[in-house]
């Protein structure tokens, strides 16, 4: 059964396969991967993945154009299947199209992700109006 779990390094050539399924350049919501992120090379993933970690440390100002945000990826064994993001907070480019929670999820299983989203909203307090962004 999917189920979320943090980023981590361990995982680099599943997520590099699940990033091809979508197609390398490709708009993937919810999983925090910018132009420039390098994820090819272990060093870049790695580095990669300590970012988004460090977007949960709401003491630390984010990335430019990010917000403070806790991510996850959609797995199956070793399988990733999608990612999925909590933005703790909206800017106005988030305000107008996307929202507090992103995801996609992979070709493999696109049920996945509408499950994990519903289930993202739910262990979140205090309950709250929760705008979507995401592609299946």
């Not at 999983?31 to 994820?39: A, I, K, N």
């Not at 630390?60 to 199956?76: D, S």
């Not at 996307?98 to 262990?123: D, E, L, Q, T, V």
Request: positive net charge.
């Amino acid at each position: 059964m999917a189920e979320l779990i943090a980023p981590t390094s361990r995982l680099h050539a599943p997520w590099l396969a699940a990033r091809d399924d979508w197609g390398r350049g490709a708009t993937q919501h919810g999983s925090g991967l910018g132009e420039d992120d390098d994820v090819d090379s272990a060093a870049g993933f790695a580095a990669w993945v300590a970012g988004l970690h460090a977007q949960r440390d709401e003491s630390r100002p984010p990335p430019e154009g990010r917000v403070p945000a806790t991510y996850w990826w959609i797995a199956e064994n070793a399988t990733i299947l999608g990612a999925i993001t909590l933005r703790h907070r909206l800017n106005p480019k988030l305000l107008e199209a996307g929202g507090h929670i992103g995801y996609a999820a992979s070709a493999r299983r696109p049920a996945a992700a509408a499950w994990r989203r519903g289930r993202c909203a739910r262990s979140c307090a205090p309950p709250r109006t929760w705008a979507w962004t995401g592609s299946c």
